[in-house]
């Protein structure tokens, strides 16, 4: 009895937390376990607390839901863009270096369109690469082929590219890599930013990246190439949000 009473006071306590419009996963996971102890045979004061651990867990989905959403409104008014919250159902393709692929709850019925920026409430993961009506797929950042404009270090920055390998380097797992396309020092600790699409479709500028951790030097004592560390923690991501414009 005394762990019942525990867990409906925990309960009550998280029911009180805050939520955001961001789709409930918690609903689409806890639900059917919940619908499935109501049949289950053996003491019911068993099955009622079964019920209650998982109803906790799902208010406790929702609550961090919430959380993340009111950061990542926080960002898109920092940066002055539009996004729409979504997150993450699935993982798809993946390659040595883990998941390059991921399906978002929401789609074209939502306002999204392919070629935008996904990003989590730390910064960018990637952009969006397929849509249908109610879902989207979107290509994270590292993935093979893809390549982002960014700049490094206080304003203006050096211009270079962002991508998931470079041959010169050794980098660790989950850290990209990024290469300097005009003469100029990268040094770690520095950040790293989108430079910007034309028209900010699929990068408005600013967004964060990621932050420089290796930069070995050439015989010249500049530094062509360097290793950059995601802001956003790419094997983890939740509430993510699609940029769907810029506001004035």
Not at 57 to 72: F, I, P
Not at 85 to 95: C, E, I, K, S
Not at 130 to 139: C, H
Request: charged residues 25%; proline residues 7%.
């Amino acid at each position: 009895m005394l762990v019942t009473l525990t867990v409906l006071l925990l309960l009550l306590d998280v029911a009180g937390g805050p939520t955001g419009p961001v789709r409930s996963v918690g609903a689409s996971v806890f639900g059917p376990m919940l619908r499935a102890t109501s049949t289950d045979a053996g003491d019911p004061r068993d099955a009622e607390l079964t019920r209650l651990r998982l109803r906790v867990a799902e208010l406790e989905d929702e609550r961090s839901a919430g959380e993340q959403e009111s950061e990542l409104r926080d960002l898109a008014q920092d940066h002055r863009v539009d996004v729409v919250p979504a997150r993450v159902v699935a993982v798809g393709a993946r390659d040595a270096r883990g998941a390059v692929r991921v399906t978002l709850d929401v789609g074209s019925r939502d306002g999204v369109s392919t070629d935008r920026a996904v990003v989590s409430p730390d910064g960018l993961v990637g952009r969006v690469v397929s849509v249908s009506r109610w879902t989207s797929d979107v290509e994270l950042l590292g993935a093979s082929g893809t390549s982002v404009g960014v700049r490094v270090g206080t304003a203006p920055g050096v211009l270079a590219e962002l991508s998931g390998s470079e041959p010169t380097l050794d980098e660790r797992p989950g850290e990209l890599a990024v290469r300097a396309v005009q003469e100029g020092r990268l040094e770690p600790g520095q950040q790293v930013r989108t430079l910007g699409s034309q028209d900010g479709r699929p990068y408005p500028p600013g967004l964060p990246v990621g932050e420089v951790v290796t930069a070995p030097q050439d015989a010249t004592g500049l530094t062509a190439v360097a290793t950059v560390r995601p802001v956003a923690d790419l094997p983890a991501l939740d509430v993510v949000g699609v940029v769907t414009g810029t506001t004035r």
